[in-house]
């Protein structure tokens, strides 16, 4: 019934009223007033976020009495990644429904390891590494789940069960715990069975993984108010896969991180542009907040012979990078998209090109071979062309830009005034080869 710490393989959501005595009964009803409770399980269904529901009655529940959703992430990583986006917009459609959302994260289970969908056990991370990775994921997890100044949205809470584990003793545990456990139900776990079946098998450490789960609702009742007042509710998200079966959230080169310093906002958005038309309008659904009816608009368009390529994709790699690094980070990505486009004539800066420097071919040079250099000599050294007459000729054929701007003259040097920020040039010869060039 617990959310499985994996992110987005067999993740799932457990909901549970809120005890609304003493104090929190005003703080309740004043975040109902604000944000009027809403049919969060209408909302996930219509959006494809739903997969399976342990109650009929959450429904009705969801537009009665404020409710609890939390969701588990383990730091496995420093940034969560596309994948775990889900999950994130699973709990950003609680709150706006008018329900708190609750970030759980991992400080004590991620020491531990999740078994599930794993053929071997997790490497142990060490202890610095695990806090260093704890402080990245609680840094994205609050900023994305913070609601708009007066929205009258719940506050997110984000909690870390290394506060009630990280001082609790081996015989604690067994007592207060353990003892609570069946084997038999805990050996027919899928996650389990298969490891027992591997080679492998599963260590002590990973088995009793369920049980930590566990005890996070049993802590978060006792010490939150949270009451139970029928079988608790729970619900699962289905994965994010492409079309083809395949998951979405890693690309060739490795995890799209959400963290704008592992992977920056332009390349975040240029992975969700080139979406495959099969897949756009199914990621827009569950990935977006947009309307259903502008969705199924744009679905119409794409069957339409004056439909403009792409568009779909367009407003899901801004939609999805506008929730995830903000008005800036979309701005950056967008000016950065402009910037290294084919025959583009933005006027650029050193923020944009470094944002994209991840996708474009760069050089570095000693300042002294660029600054006061004949273009035709730095070309041939970062290799953009074979030789220097072949610059000039291009060049006389006007495929010579500089900063994006066109270079006339085949004798050209380049300049202090060149550089942007003393320290970047980006040269174009034709329109797709690029090269951004580093001043060392």
């Not at 730091?75 to 459609?93: D, K």
């Not at 592992?262 to 569950?286: E, G, H, I, N, W």
């Not at 977006?288 to 069957?303: C, D, H, K």
């Not at 054929?397 to 550089?419: F, Y």
């Amino acid at each position: 019934m617990r959310q499985p710490w994996r992110g987005l393989a067999s993740s799932s959501l457990r909901a549970a009223a809120v005890d609304v005595e003493q104090q929190q009964a005003a703080a309740s009803a004043a975040a109902a007033a604000a944000a009027p409770l809403q049919d969060v399980v209408a909302a996930l269904r219509s959006r494809g976020l739903l997969q399976d529901v342990t109650s009929p009655d959450l429904a009705a529940v969801s537009t009665q009495e404020q409710l609890l959703a939390y969701c588990g992430f383990d730091p496995t990583a420093e940034s969560l990644h596309l994948g775990n986006l889900l999950g994130i917009i699973v709990l950003a459609w609680f709150q706006r429904c008018g329900h708190r959302p609750v970030a759980l994260l991992g400080g004590a289970t991620g020491r531990v390891g999740d078994p599930s969908g794993k053929s071997a056990e997790r490497p142990v991370l060490s202890e610095k590494v695990i806090e260093r990775n704890v402080a990245g994921i609680e840094r994205t997890l609050r900023t994305l789940l913070q609601p708009p100044p007066g929205s009258g949205l719940p506050e997110p809470l984000v909690l870390n069960n290394l506060d009630w584990f990280g001082g609790m003793g081996l015989l604690t545990f067994l007592r207060e715990i353990g003892k609570y456990a069946r084997v038999g139900t805990m050996l027919a776990k899928e996650s389990v069975r298969k490891r027992m079946e591997s080679d492998t098998g599963i260590s002590y450490t990973e088995f009793t993984y369920q049980l930590l789960q566990g005890y996070d609702f049993v802590h978060m009742r006792r010490q939150y108010g949270v009451r139970v007042q029928e079988p608790c509710f729970g619900l699962t998200f289905p994965l994010l896969l492409k079309a083809d079966g395949s998951k979405f959230g890693k690309s060739e080169s490795g995890a799209l991180w959400l963290n704008g310093d592992m992977m920056s906002p332009y390349q975040f958005y240029q992975f969700l542009f080139k979406t495959a038309d099969a897949d756009v309008l199914k990621f827009l659904r569950m990935l977006t907040f947009l309307p259903l009816e502008e969705i199924e608009a744009l679905g119409a368009s794409m069957q339409s012979p004056g439909y403009v390529a792409n568009t779909a994709q367009r407003r899901l790699a801004e939609e999805v990078t506008r929730f995830v690094h903000g008005e800036e980070g979309l701005r950056q990505a967008l000016k950065a998209t402009e910037a290294l486009a084919p025959g583009a004539a933005t006027k650029l800066d050193a923020d944009s090109l470094e944002a994209a420097a991840g996708d474009a071919p760069s050089a570095s040079l000693p300042r002294d071979q660029v600054v006061g250099a004949p273009l035709a000599d730095v070309m041939v050294a970062v290799g953009m062309q074979p030789s220097k007459a072949a610059v000039r000729r291009m060049i006389k054929g006007g495929g010579v830009r500089v900063n994006n701007e066109k270079v006339d003259d085949e004798l050209a040097a380049l300049g202090e005034d060149d550089l942007i920020d003393g320290r970047l040039v980006l040269i174009a010869a034709g329109k797709k080869n690029k090269m951004l060039v580093r001043v060392a």
